[in-house]
């Protein structure tokens, strides 16, 4: 497929085969997720009242991508990627079947959640890399797009069926769902997916896991413009996400229930959805790269509000709404990733995409756990209200120096994200 001439539309991508079930099974398995991510951080919360070991819980899914994602992501390089996407998905119907066996007791369904996390690294790695392999140029950055804007409408249904469902249903039954989504997306990759060999980068002789994710490593760390394009991500993305990990101690500070706590997780990802619409359908991949220090601003200005708010306005279903209202405007910035993710691609070389979105989606994820358990360790000893104003005031300051390194490399590398150029971008020495 060469680069296209025209603006590519949603039904250019929607066209392609294969993209039809990474669309459908990513939607599918990411509300399974929520679903079952909210109702376990709910229970910790209601079983020991410890903002620390929810906001542990809502983190741990995180938290093997920082532990290990780089080399976990190899894999994805290693095998055929559609095998590690249905392999993954097999074995993480297993594990969350067996989590929600009757009874289980609390430490071991955390044991068998980390386990289950440790399945996404390679699935993640592998499908990023294999989508870039099917759509190219335009295609690419719309395709982009629309998984983002399905990321987060499938983070809005299952945190606003998890804070329904937490309250009629037991864990069992959220986790048993959770364990289907697996199942069905495992069946539709394997139906939906073109088999293809391992990539290769021309190297015959086998090599180690570990010596493949030092080469992502030095891949991006021989590269200024990959460099600022990570800093950026991973800056950005703590200090935005961290308030969810408090979300139950925080929406409890507010007076309201714990179904409400999905409501309030749900906020920044519908917000992102619009915002992600916008980007891909209006503004294009370029004019939303110059608006990059706009949009990452507008993401963390409304975190340091809401924080305000909450900690002057005390309980009550205005400030409950505020902080909503002002959590959806922050996502609305927050689809300044998308851009980002274009511009991160067309840097990379195919054969070295599944090591390189390795790093990068290890550092995104494992961030955000830390950012989630920062946000809880701080709300031990703070209002959870004041540690949401810390956090979006303290990522004001800090995601300045990245902003402007972003800024010189893209200057360096040409001006704007390119609109019509492949996806496989340029070789990085």
């Keep these: ?29 990411t509300i399974g997720d929520e679903l079952a991510r909210v109702a376990l951080t709910v229970l910790v919360y209601q079983r020991t009242d410890s903002p620390l070991l929810a906001a542990f819980t809502f983190a741990l899914g995180f938290l093997p991508w920082a532990l290990g994602g780089p080399v976990l992501a190899t894999i994805a390089d290693r ?6 996407l249905i392999t993954s998905d097999v074995v993480r119907a297993v594990l969350v079947a067996g989590m929600a066996v009757p009874g289980t007791p609390l430490a071991v369904l955390l044991v068998l959640l980390f386990l ?58 959220v986790l048993l769902a959770d364990a289907a989504t697996f199942a069905v997306s495992a069946v539709w990759l394997t139906a939906g997916l073109q088999r293809r ?21 030095r891949l991006i760390g021989g590269s200024p413009r990959l460099l600022a ?39 920044q990802p519908l917000g992102m959805t619009v915002g992600g619409l916008v980007l891909a359908r209006l503004l294009g991949t370029a004019r939303s790269d110059r608006l990059m220090p ?21 309980p009550g279903r205005v400030a409950y ?14 689809s300044w990733s998308i851009p980002l993710n274009v511009a991160f691609v067309q840097a990379v070389p195919p054969a070295f995409r599944g090591r390189a979105f390795g790093v990068a989606v290890s550092g995104l994820y494992g961030i955000q756990g830390v ?16 540690v949401v104003a810390l956090a979006g005031g303290i990522g004001l300051v800090a995601v300045v120096p990245p902003l402007l390194a972003y800024g010189r490399t893209r200057a360096a590398s040409g001006g704007d994200v390119a609109e019509e150029r492949p996806a496989a971008g340029p070789s990085v020495s």
Aim: glycine share 10%; with cysteine; aromatic share 6%.
């Design 1 to 29: 497929m060469s680069g296209v001439t025209r603006p590519a539309t949603f039904r250019d991508v929607f066209a392609v085969r294969e993209f039809r079930p990474f669309f459908g099974t990513y939607t599918l398995s």
């Design 79 to 84: 095998f055929p990627r559609h095998r590690v």
């Design 116 to 173: 289950v996390s440790l399945c996404a690294p390679p699935f993640e790695s592998a499908r990023s890399a294999l989508m870039a392999d099917v759509l190219e140029g335009e295609r690419y950055a719309v395709a982009t797009s629309l998984t983002n804007v399905s990321l987060q409408m499938a983070q809005v249904v299952g945190f606003l069926a998890a804070g329904g469902l937490v309250t009629v249903l037991s864990p069992t039954a």
């Design 197 to 217: 060999p391992a990539p290769t980068d021309g190297v015959t002789e086998p090599s180690s896991v570990w010596r493949e994710a030092g080469e992502g490593l």
């Design 229 to 267: 394009i990570i800093a950026l991500l991973w800056v950005g993305t703590l200090f935005a996400n961290a308030a969810e990990g408090i979300a139950v101690p925080l929406t409890d500070e507010l007076g309201e229930r714990a179904a409400q706590v999905g409501v309030l997780l749900a906020a």
């Design 294 to 314: 706009l949009l990452v601003g507008l993401s963390l200005a409304p975190v340091l509000l809401a924080g305000l708010v909450a900690m002057s306005a005390g």
């Design 321 to 334: 709404a505020l902080v909503v209202g002002l959590m959806f405007v922050s996502g609305l910035g927050a």
């Design 371 to 386: 950012g989630a358990l920062a946000a809880g360790l701080a709300a031990e000893g703070l209002a959870p209200s004041a």
